[in-house]
C-alpha cells in the first residue's frame, strides 16, 4: 500500500480549506479558543470548543479572527487539552517498528502471526483510547498502571476529525502503554491502553490548507532525574496507513456527533529493558505543530 495516497490526500486537504498554504494553530483555553498567527494570539467567538469543532466554517471562523494587535502570549497554565466531548481513537501496528515491538512483546502468547497479519491487512486495527473527560493536555501528568512493570509513551501523530469525517487539523498524541499486559495476552488491550492519565493530547491543533509532508518529523525525548534516557524519531514517511483510510474505516459503522480525534500510531518504540518511571519527563515533537511534554505522575 502506498505511503499517504498522494492524490486522495491532496483532494482531501483542498476540501478541508479553499486558501492555499494556509496554516495556523488553534489553542483551546481556560478563556476560549484563541488563533495563533505569527506568534499572536487572537479569540476565536465561540459558544464552546464542541461547537468549534462540530463548525462547518472551522477554517473561516479562525482565519476571521486574526483581525487587530491580538494578544503578544497566553498564560500557559489556562492551556487545556484541545479535547471536549470528543472521543479519541487509536490505530494500532501502523508502523514497521510498531509491528516487530508487538510481535517480540507477544511472542510467548502466540501473537507473533497475530500482529504481522494485522500489519499486512486491508482492514486496520482501530481501538478506543479514551473519553475526553480522561485525556490530560500539555504539562498535565501522565500515570503508569500500578499493576504493569513495563510502560512506554507512544508518540503519534494524531487526526482532528469533524463529524462528517474529514481532517480538520493536526496535533500531538502520547499513547501511554502498558507492553507487559499487552504482551501477555492481545485481548488485555483495553487494560493496556485505557486507564486514568494514559492519554494526552496537545498543545494546540495545527491547521493546514494542505496535508502534512511526509518529510515530517516526529520525535521525543524523555529524561530521568536531568538526564536524558531515550530519545529517537522517525517521518511520516514510515507510516504504512493512509490516514485518510484510517479516518475512512473508524467512521464506517459509529457516529461522532462532536467530532473525534485519532491517533495515527507509533513509529517509535524504545528498547525492551526500558520502562518508564515515576518524574520522567516526555517530550514528543512534531514538526510544525510543537511539543507535547507530560510527567509521569
Same mark, same amino acid.
Given at each position: 500500500?502506498?505511503?499517504?495516497?498522494?492524490?486522495?490526500?491532496?483532494?482531501?486537504?483542498? %476540501?478541508?480549506?479553499? /486558501?492555499?498554504?494556509?496554516?495556523?494553530? +488553534?489553542y483551546?483555553?481556560? %478563556?476560549?479558543?484563541?488563533?495563533?498567527?505569527?506568534? @499572536? &494570539?487572537?479569540? !476565536?467567538?465561540?459558544?464552546?470548543?464542541?461547537?468549534?469543532?462540530?463548525?462547518?466554517?472551522?477554517?473561516?471562523?479562525? !482565519?476571521? =479572527?486574526?483581525?487587530?494587535?491580538?494578544? *503578544?502570549?497566553?498564560?500557559?497554565?489556562?492551556?487545556?487539552? $484541545?479535547? %471536549?466531548?470528543?472521543e479519541?481513537? *487509536?490505530?494500532?501496528?501502523? &508502523?514497521?517498528?510498531?509491528?516487530?515491538?508487538?510481535?517480540?512483546?507477544?511472542?510467548?502468547?502466540?501473537?507473533?502471526d497475530?500482529?504481522?497479519r494485522?500489519?499486512?491487512?486491508? @482492514?486496520?486495527?482501530?481501538?478506543? #483510547?479514551?473519553?475526553?473527560?480522561?485525556?490530560?493536555?500539555?504539562r498535565?501528568?501522565?500515570?503508569?498502571?500500578?499493576?504493569?512493570?513495563?510502560?512506554?509513551?507512544?508518540?503519534?501523530?494524531?487526526?482532528a476529525?469533524?463529524?462528517?469525517? @474529514?481532517?480538520?487539523?493536526?496535533? !500531538?498524541?502520547?499513547?501511554?502503554?502498558?507492553?507487559? +499486559?499487552?504482551?501477555?495476552? $492481545?485481548?488485555?488491550?483495553?487494560?493496556? #491502553?485505557?486507564?486514568?492519565?494514559?492519554? =494526552?493530547?496537545?498543545?494546540?491543533?495545527?491547521l493546514?490548507?494542505?496535508?502534512?509532508?511526509?518529510t515530517?518529523?516526529?520525535?521525543?525525548?524523555?529524561?530521568? %532525574?536531568?538526564?536524558?534516557?531515550?530519545?529517537?524519531?522517525?517521518?511520516?514517511? =514510515?507510516?504504512?496507513?493512509?490516514? /485518510?483510510?484510517?479516518?475512512?474505516? /473508524?467512521?464506517?459503522?459509529?457516529?461522532?456527533?462532536?467530532? =473525534?480525534? /485519532?491517533?495515527?500510531?507509533?513509529?517509535?518504540?524504545?528498547?525492551?529493558?526500558?520502562?518508564?518511571?515515576?518524574?520522567?519527563?516526555?517530550?514528543?515533537? +512534531?514538526?510544525? !505543530?510543537?511539543?507535547?511534554?507530560?510527567?509521569?505522575?
Amino acid at each position: 500500500m502506498p505511503n499517504f495516497k498522494a492524490s486522495r490526500y491532496a483532494t482531501e486537504a483542498k %476540501q478541508i480549506c479553499h /486558501l492555499e498554504r494556509h496554516t495556523m494553530k +488553534i489553542y483551546r483555553t481556560n %478563556q476560549g479558543a484563541f488563533a495563533e498567527k505569527h506568534g @499572536r &494570539y487572537f479569540s !476565536i467567538e465561540s459558544s464552546s470548543w464542541d461547537e468549534l469543532m462540530c463548525s462547518d466554517a472551522f477554517f473561516d471562523r479562525a !482565519i476571521g =479572527a486574526v483581525v487587530g494587535e491580538g494578544l *503578544a502570549s497566553l498564560d500557559s497554565a489556562g492551556i487545556l487539552p $484541545p479535547v %471536549q466531548s470528543q472521543e479519541v481513537w *487509536a490505530a494500532g501496528v501502523t &508502523y514497521r517498528r510498531s509491528r516487530t515491538a508487538r510481535m517480540e512483546e507477544s511472542k510467548s502468547a502466540g501473537g507473533g502471526d497475530f500482529y504481522e497479519r494485522i500489519y499486512t491487512a486491508a @482492514r486496520p486495527e482501530l481501538f478506543f #483510547k479514551a473519553p475526553g473527560c480522561r485525556v490530560v493536555g500539555d504539562r498535565d501528568p501522565v500515570r503508569i498502571r500500578s499493576d504493569a512493570h513495563w510502560s512506554v509513551p507512544e508518540p503519534e501523530l494524531t487526526l482532528a476529525i469533524n463529524p462528517g469525517g @474529514r481532517i480538520i487539523g493536526y496535533t !500531538i498524541g502520547n499513547d501511554m502503554s502498558s507492553r507487559d +499486559i499487552e504482551g501477555e495476552n $492481545p485481548l488485555y488491550l483495553p487494560q493496556a #491502553k485505557l486507564y486514568d492519565g494514559s492519554c =494526552a493530547i496537545g498543545p494546540c491543533i495545527f491547521l493546514s490548507s494542505a496535508p502534512l509532508p511526509m518529510t515530517t518529523r516526529l520525535a521525543i525525548e524523555i529524561s530521568r %532525574q536531568g538526564r536524558a534516557v531515550f530519545a529517537d524519531s522517525t517521518t511520516l514517511a =514510515a507510516l504504512k496507513r493512509d490516514p /485518510l483510510e484510517l479516518v475512512e474505516y /473508524l467512521y464506517r459503522e459509529v457516529s461522532f456527533p462532536h467530532g =473525534a480525534f /485519532l491517533m495515527t500510531g507509533t513509529g517509535i518504540v524504545p528498547p525492551d529493558e526500558f520502562s518508564l518511571d515515576h518524574g520522567d519527563i516526555i517530550r514528543i515533537s +512534531i514538526d510544525e !505543530i510543537g511539543t507535547l511534554e507530560n510527567t509521569v505522575a
